[in-house]
């Protein structure tokens, strides 16, 4: 990893020019420039979506903000070249508050997930002493992902405020000898082989994660993503998805396009604070980059009547009022036949994906969203703190994240099982039933395929992830269920009730290695064309 240090005066121009996608005015061209990581404020209040140049300016008042507010001055010898004693020479001071670093990988390396990038420079600016870290007040600081250059190396930029939130200033002494060193660490902590370009979970801030360990708790980032992610899949409208959102005790706002107030573009989400506290925000898209608004979008049912429907319900989210309707699917109890009908779906998906060939990522990252999904509601529904529910639907939406969805075109028509999370989120909290251990055994199966999806497709790291959870925190829940027995299933057969015991199997046992006959197809057969599986069959509104 090759450190590149500059000094600077101007951070709206910086981070304009980090946020250009103009060829003709950057040095490279950069593809979808995105945060990575920044300081807590960064994060809480942008996701991963492409940054323009509003989102850029703003970044940098943010950043700028305790220059301003304090009025301090940071300056550096200014050099210029003498061509009579042909040397550079002391000329005076300028302004230099701003501190740039790129970080870039060699070409061979490949590329690095977000996540990865974002533990990187969370080390990184930890190191160069920037962060509270140092036992000093942090820097404002932010890192955004370039993607690849021209050269094939992978990059990112950091850019730091010198003045620290106290108003003073941070030392950049013997920084280019400190980076060279820290990037000599961080490449032993973190090997930097090629690890997937397919997909990128979101990281997290570190004093997030210090101080839900204080607190003794999960990271709200967690908690919130997995109601999210719950809610979203047991809805069938935008409507049904903010109440049931707010069903599940989270604060939901939206964010308006600009000029607008009825037009919806993305949303935040926190946990109702404690008394006398405020509440700490997230956007989708930092919780998930299949949790953004848009990407939710595309599995639920869509007209003009239940956009406005959508909008009245993100309008009462915004205000703090009560939903609009009372009335709505989230309010009733499915029929125990609903349960039968899932199943039947959840094994026919398990079967149809032994044709998927494993490099169908869009496919593969569907089938892993729904039973996440599912995985997330249940947990939502059964465990008063995150346990293998919650630990299972974490591992199966890395899956479901993948980094570049625009370059793997659409999923193939699959049996969907975005619905079984609504039976979840319905069902008893208190009692395990026969019905849910027949759903459960087809999840396994299905999750069973995402591992060894990954496990043929060489990425040992996500498929080693998916075992254990399986092994080691699935296993002992499964042997807490009743045996599965499906309700209301007369007419079918024996074998489509103990058929599932392979997947019972594979959660009590463990995931075992590779075998002949496996769920993924060892030659790839070519994807079947497109066909939309939404569960709606109006026209569309572009939002």
Known sequence: MIPNITRGSRIGGLMVYLASTDSDKTKNAHSEPHLVAGDAAIMAWYDDGVLDRDDALAIAKHLDRPRKNFGVEVKVKNFE????????????????????????LRAEEGALTDQQWGDIANDFVDSMGFTEASGKAQCRWAAVNHGTSENGNHHIHLAVSLVREDGTKASTHGDYKRAQETCRELEVKYGLEELSTVHAS??????EKATAAREKREMHRSSLARKVRASAGASATEAEFVRRARNTGLLVRPRYAKNTTDVIVGYSVAERPKL??????FGGGTLASDLKLGAL??????????????????????????TVSRTGPENATP???????????????????????????????????EVSGAFAAWSYRLEPTPGPLAATAAELSRTAQLRAPRQHGKPVALPSIAGTAMLFMAASSKNKTAAQ??????LINT????????????????????????????APFTGTMPKAVLVGAEQQSTSDVSGPARAVDIARRGLVPIRPGSAVP???????????ARRDSGSGLDR
């Open 437 to 442: 251990t027949a759903l459960m055994v087809q």
């Open 297 to 322: 979008r595309e599995e639920w049912m869509d007209s003009p009547h239940l956009a406005t429907e959508a909008a009245k319900e993100w309008n009462a989210a915004a205000r703090n009022r009560r």
């Open 522 to 532: 060892t030659t790839p057969t070519p994807a079947k064309p497109y066909q939309p």
């Open 202 to 207: 979101r990281g997290y801030d570190r004093a």
């Open 81 to 104: 070249w003498d061509a009579v004693k042909k040397e550079r020479v002391h000329v005076g001071y300028k302004d230099a508050s701003v501190w740039h670093c790129s970080l870039s």
């Open 335 to 369: 029929p125990a036949e609903m349960w039968v009908e899932y199943t039947r779906s959840a094994t026919a998906l398990a079967d149809q994906l032994r044709t998927i060939p494993r490099d169908d990522h869009a496919t593969w990252a569907k089938a892993a969203r």
């Open 447 to 474: 999750a069973f395929a995402v591992y060894e999806m990954h496990a043929q497709s060489g990425r040992t790291r996500e498929a080693q992830r998916i075992r254990s959870v399986v092994e080691e925190q699935l």
């Open 276 to 281: 006398g506290e405020r509440p700490i925000w």
